[in-house]
């Protein structure tokens, strides 16, 4: 099995900047690919960005191009979201969640085919 705890969350207003990290332990060598996804309330889960371990493969929602940035570290098995010009639509609960390798490409923005998740960390970003 693979552990995943989200850190860095909070509460900052438009514009601001946040960074979200994601520890990986345990079974990390059965894990191919990592990615975010959030839930705000009464909404379902969304993708927002994937990135393989090699940081050689990255995708990301259109909502969030060239305002969010996913990166990993191996040496640490850490993934990290840097957040930019953050919006009140970007509020919600995210999670990092881990997958074997795609078939497909929409296999990299697809929920269910992520098996490990973490318990998630809150982003509040007002207006």
């Known amino acids: 099995q693979v552990q995943l705890v989200e850190s860095g969350g909070g509460s900052v207003q438009a514009g601001g900047s946040l960074r979200l990290s994601c520890a990986a332990s345990?079974?990390?060598?059965?894990?191919?690919?990592m990615g975010w996804f959030r839930q705000a309330p009464g909404k379902e889960r969304e993708f927002v960005a994937a990135?393989?371990?090699?940081?050689?493969?990255?995708y990301y929602a259109d909502s969030v191009k060239g305002r969010f940035t996913i990166s990993t570290d191996n040496a640490k098995s850490t993934m990290d979201l840097q957040m930019n010009s953050l919006q009140p639509e970007d509020t919600a609960v995210y999670y990092c969640?881990?997958?074997?390798?795609?078939?497909?490409?929409?296999?990299?923005?697809?929920?269910?085919?992520?098996?490990?998740w973490g318990q998630g960390t809150q982003v509040t970003v007002s207006s």
């Open positions: 990135i393989s371990w090699s940081g050689g493969t990255t």
């Open positions: 345990g079974r990390t060598s059965s894990s191919y690919a």
């Open positions: 969640a881990s997958r074997a390798r795609p078939m497909y490409r929409s296999d990299w923005y697809t929920a269910r085919g992520y098996v490990y």
